[in-house]
């Protein structure tokens, strides 16, 4: 039973010793870089992932001020739980928060380096569409609810 949960002053330590595997560690920012981050975005949810009582993953999700757009800035799971089909489970538990919000747009976006492969093969499979390379530099793709 894969689970979100709010980060709250009883998890956000655990939760940011949570590690990629070291060949993914230039892909995604720190999770404590983005409980900070999340602090001055109005609107974002750091959200722990939890395999029954077990901290597996961290997500960052919410309207982007910049275009009015619901993203998904992070989604990681932890290197000792990655291929469980973890991730998969998440993803569809963040997609369908996001669609029973009040505020939900028609498109969830996010973005990746181009050079991520098994993030690409990953969003694809969860049914993300890859659009375009951003002008930072990343690949973007989006998930479409119609």
């Given at each position: 039973m894969i689970?979100?949960?709010t980060i709250t002053k009883l998890n956000w330590e655990e939760?940011?010793?949570l590690k990629t595997k070291q060949e993914q560690q230039?892909?995604?920012t720190s999770?404590?870089?983005s409980i900070a981050?999340?602090?001055f975005i109005p609107g974002f949810s750091t959200k722990s992932i939890y395999f029954e009582e077990i901290l597996v993953g961290?997500?960052?999700y919410g309207i982007d001020p910049d275009d009015g757009n619901y993203w998904i800035y992070r989604l990681m799971i932890d290197e000792r739980y990655q291929g469980l089909g973890y991730g998969k489970r998440a993803m569809q538990l963040i997609i369908n928060d996001i669609s029973n919000k009040e505020d939900r747009t028609d498109v969830i976006w996010l973005g990746y380096k181009p050079n991520n492969e098994d993030a690409k093969k990953f969003y694809k499979k969860v049914g993300f569409q890859e659009v375009g390379l951003a002008p930072w530099g990343e690949l973007i793709a989006k998930y479409s609810f119609a």
């Open positions: 689970t979100l949960r939760c940011i010793h230039s892909f995604i999770n404590l870089y981050e999340a602090q961290f997500s960052m």
